[in-house]
């Protein structure tokens, strides 16, 4: 029997998590199509990817809950995550570096909407590297963003012995910048909360600073111009950045990564870039910090995690019908290390 026009023409599908409006919050308004969504193309310099896990950034909700801003940002419907661990199922002529079949990590890095919670991700070459033969999924899922943006923030800015300072070291970025300072032949100092201390210890931090017990920016004082490089994942305290020439180095740098967004804190960044010294800016470089793709970077992180210089800290693994609970646990800010999601299905994770 001849196969029908329509049926020919029908276009695949793939199961996905996805939003329409983030209104009281995201975790409360994803939803699985019950029909699925369509499987997305590539094009000549794309991969498509089968997810197996996902890992999720804090931009994944807080994107979507700008609201108003949001909508000319994002379409609806949604699916929401960047990085993410799985196999090539498809590479356009441009892309034929990676085969069929290779497990591969990175991040999507391109416009929000189309994310690592659907079972296909299409993703450009630039935002991809091999998995090493035997690392595992889970651990892989969360270096993109997070991986990427702690090399992009410290590797330009320091050389072996330098002193660098990283303010907020037991989130997702903050765990990959201490070890991958240290990767490069830094000390470093960094800050968190007593209940990670030790997690910090572990990953190789020098000095490890109590914020809520001590006053961050008098204790970095005493030490003198001694750091070569301050990375803020935080945004807080406000007056860091003002009064880091009293712990930076002359020819030093500022790398702001981390911020709540909202008016308030673009104002504050606006006046680390333009407000000069005398009229109360700083007095060190300052850099708010753009993530760009890059496989070769990817490849080195990826290379330093099959070495164990690197490890990836995962905070807490997800089924895939738990998805808004991952989301729940991201918010509460306690995570320590990456949230991670298995997105593909009835497989044992590997």
Request: hydrophobic share 35%; aromatic share 8%; glycine share 12%.
């Amino acid at each position: 029997m001849p196969t029908s026009s329509a049926h020919k023409n029908k276009t695949p599908k793939m199961y996905a998590w996805q939003f329409k409006t983030s209104t009281g919050g995201l975790e409360n308004n994803l939803y699985l199509p019950a029909a699925g969504v369509p499987k997305p193309k590539i094009t000549e310099d794309q991969v498509l990817v089968e997810v197996y896990s996902a890992a999720l950034n804090p931009a994944d909700y807080k994107v979507p809950e700008l609201g108003l801003v949001a909508r000319g940002m994002i379409p609806s419907p949604s699916t929401p995550g960047q990085d993410f661990c799985g196999k090539v199922c498809e590479t356009g002529r441009k892309a034929a570096s990676y085969r069929v079949g290779d497990m591969v990590f990175g991040t999507h890095g391109g416009p929000f909407g189309h994310g690592s919670l659907g079972q296909y991700i299409v993703v450009s070459k630039e935002m991809l590297a091999p998995v090493p033969t035997g690392l595992k999924a889970d651990h892989m899922a969360g270096v993109g963003v997070a991986g990427l943006t702690a090399y992009q923030s410290i590797q330009p800015h320091v050389k072996e012995g330098d002193k660098v300072f990283i303010n907020g070291g037991s989130g997702g970025t903050g765990t990959f910048g201490i070890q991958i300072a240290k990767a490069l032949g830094c000390h470093v100092t960094t800050s968190c909360s007593a209940a990670n201390m030790e997690l910090c210890k572990n990953l190789g931090a020098d000095e490890v600073i109590d914020y809520k017990t001590m006053d961050l920016v008098e204790t970095l004082k005493k030490k003198g111009q001694v750091f070569s490089l301050v990375v803020d994942n935080v945004g807080m305290p406000s007056n860091l950045y003002g009064l880091c020439h009293h712990f930076v180095v002359h020819h030093g740098h500022y790398t702001q990564v981390g911020a709540d967004i909202g008016v308030a804190s673009a104002f504050q960044h606006a006046g680390n870039m333009f407000l000069p010294g005398f009229l109360g800016g700083g007095r060190r470089k300052y850099q708010f910090l753009s993530l760009k793709p890059n496989h070769e970077q990817l490849a080195q992180i990826g290379k330093w995690i099959d070495e164990g210089k690197v490890k990836p800290v995962i905070d807490s693994t997800w089924e895939y019908d738990d998805a808004p609970r991952a989301f729940e646990r991201l918010k509460t800010q306690r995570a320590k290390g990456k949230v991670i999601v298995h997105v593909k299905k009835n497989i044992i994770m590997e």
